[in-house]
């Protein structure tokens, strides 16, 4: 399998449960990050990893917690979450991290709603 | 207050016709452009790019120009395909990771 790969790709979650989002990506690249784009809106970056170092934790509330365990693997640890939460999570992978000429591989995204 | 704006939500253009797609921003210091392409429920994919020392840059049928006097960038598509119905986002660097992303402009092209 090749690129960017999130599941699941749908998710229903009440705001008392927790879940994870999951990414994959297989172009042996540097860099992952977390974009939330909700609806009407510009894409948002929430974190962002380089060689498995946060380096970036855009504001975002701690009910959304990032992991990245390896190189090739991020994850988005949930719970507790608000309706207002609800939008596409996506996960993108970039070779290098602090270049202006290096554009980010995404992946299909998880359409999350929080009921 | 957004640094990218794509003031407009969505265009339609017949099938072999131009596309130009616009996009305008407020930072001075953003020197690294992008534009992707995004179907439903899939991901952004990455279209073509251009830096501010270029004002123009060529990947067969799509264009994107840049003015930095106005602080505006463009993308055109000629001629325009029907498989090119998708979303489209603008995105813009100061030389960082930190892409800020346009609100996006929904393209049909009719057939």
């Known amino acids: 399998e090749t690129g960017v790969t999130q599941t699941p790709r749908h998710l229903v979650m009440g705001m008392t449960n927790k879940k994870s989002l999951k990414c994959e990506q297989h172009?042996?690249?540097?860099?992952m990050y977390w974009y939330k784009q909700s609806a009407k809106k510009p894409l948002e970056l929430m974190f962002v990893?380089?060689?498995?170092?946060?380096?970036e934790n855009n504001s975002v509330p701690s009910r959304f917690s990032p992991e990245c365990p390896n190189s090739s693997h991020l994850f988005l640890h949930l719970h507790t979450l608000q309706p207002e939460d609800s939008a596409l999570y996506l996960c993108?992978?970039?070779?290098?991290?602090?270049?202006?000429?290096?554009?980010?591989?995404f992946g299909q995204g998880t359409r999350l709603t929080v009921v | 207050d957004q640094q990218v704006k794509q003031n407009s939500p969505s265009l339609s253009v017949q099938e072999g016709r131009i596309s130009i797609l616009n996009c305008d921003y407020t930072n001075s210091m953003f020197d690294y452009f992008l534009w992707y392409k995004k179907y439903p429920a899939e991901g952004p994919t990455f279209l073509i790019s251009i830096s501010s020392i270029k004002d123009k840059n060529e990947d067969g049928r799509f264009t994107v120009f840049l003015n930095k006097s106005a602080k505006h960038l463009s993308l055109h598509i000629v001629p325009s395909q029907p498989g090119d119905s998708a979303v489209y986002f603008c995105?813009?660097?100061?030389?960082?990771?930190?892409?800020?992303f346009g609100t996006g402009t929904r393209l049909k092209v009719l057939a």
């Open positions: 995105a813009a660097s100061d030389g960082t990771y930190k892409y800020i």
């Open positions: 993108a992978s970039s070779q290098d991290l602090y270049s202006g000429g290096t554009e980010a591989f």
């Open positions: 172009l042996g690249h540097n860099a």
């Open positions: 990893y380089s060689l498995e170092e946060r380096v």
